[in-house]
């Protein structure tokens, strides 16, 4: 039986070769994806976010656990999807302009397209312009932007003002998400869903969709 907590400390310690390891193990154990996730590889983030916030750990080690997470999620992403073809709508995601963390984004968007969603990922360091042109050229249904930082965070409403003045307010609906941002903060600079994790944005997304139709 694997070890999960030894899965753990591996993404905490940045080791990336034992973190694959560990995790190609524990789904040939037939482990479920979504627990390794939730359990233990978003929680192991945590640790060293704690550790950094302490002083004891550095941005290096930040570095290594999430190139050690990033491993580890690959084999688990197609794992999360659930084998559906028809699409339930089109979303664009991105991580906005100043802010380079993408761990979080990219498990949503992953999440997304193993329910089905179409999803277009522009990436981290996204302007503003840069979502309302992804808007136009790929027709989203739903734009999803990710802030980890308290400094880029704001720039969700600089985006969502960027939409509303190319006149496509209307036409999208608007999620975000990201360690800082909560459902009051999403409330204020005018979206229309924020969720705290992978799971319940596609139900938010979902929710949106049907609102739509
Ligand atoms: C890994 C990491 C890094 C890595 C990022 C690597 C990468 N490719 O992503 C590196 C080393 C590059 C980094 C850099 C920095 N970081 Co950093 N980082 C982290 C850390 C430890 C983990 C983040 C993470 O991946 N979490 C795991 C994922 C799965 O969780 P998540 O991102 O929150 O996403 C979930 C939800 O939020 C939600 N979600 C996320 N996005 C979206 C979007 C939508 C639409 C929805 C619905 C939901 C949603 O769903 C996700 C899945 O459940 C956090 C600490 C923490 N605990 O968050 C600090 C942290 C975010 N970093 C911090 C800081 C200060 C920095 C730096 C400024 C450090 C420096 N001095 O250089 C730089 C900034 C660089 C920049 N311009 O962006 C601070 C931020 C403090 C603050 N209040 O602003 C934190 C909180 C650490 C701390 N405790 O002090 N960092």
Do not use: W
């Amino acid at each position: 039986m694997t070890n999960l907590q030894e899965l753990s400390d591996a993404i905490v310690a940045g080791r990336l070769e034992p973190a694959v390891d560990l995790t190609r193990a524990a789904l040939d154990e037939g482990i479920d994806p979504q627990s390794i996730i939730s359990d233990h590889m978003i929680p192991a983030m945590q640790r060293i976010g704690l550790r950094f916030q302490e002083g004891r750990a550095f941005v290096p080690e930040l570095l290594m656990a999430a190139r050690a997470m990033k491993g580890a999620l690959e084999l688990v992403k197609p794992r999360l999807s659930n084998g559906k073809s028809a699409t339930v709508g089109r979303i664009v995601i991105g991580t906005v302009y100043g802010d380079l963390h993408d761990i979080g984004k990219n498990l949503v968007a992953s999440m997304f397209e193993g329910c089905g969603f179409e999803v277009v990922n522009l990436g981290v360091n996204i302007t503003a312009d840069r979502f309302v042109e992804a808007i136009r050229s790929e027709r989203a249904d739903i734009l999803c932007l990710s802030a980890l930082l308290t400094t880029t965070m704001n720039y969700m409403k600089t985006v969502i003002e960027a939409v509303e003045k190319a006149g496509l307010r209307d036409r999208v609906k608007i999620m975000v998400g990201g360690a800082p941002v909560n459902q009051l903060f999403a409330d204020r600079i005018g979206a229309d869903g924020y969720s705290d994790n992978a799971n319940s944005a596609v139900l938010k997304a979902k929710e949106l969709i049907a609102k739509t139709v």
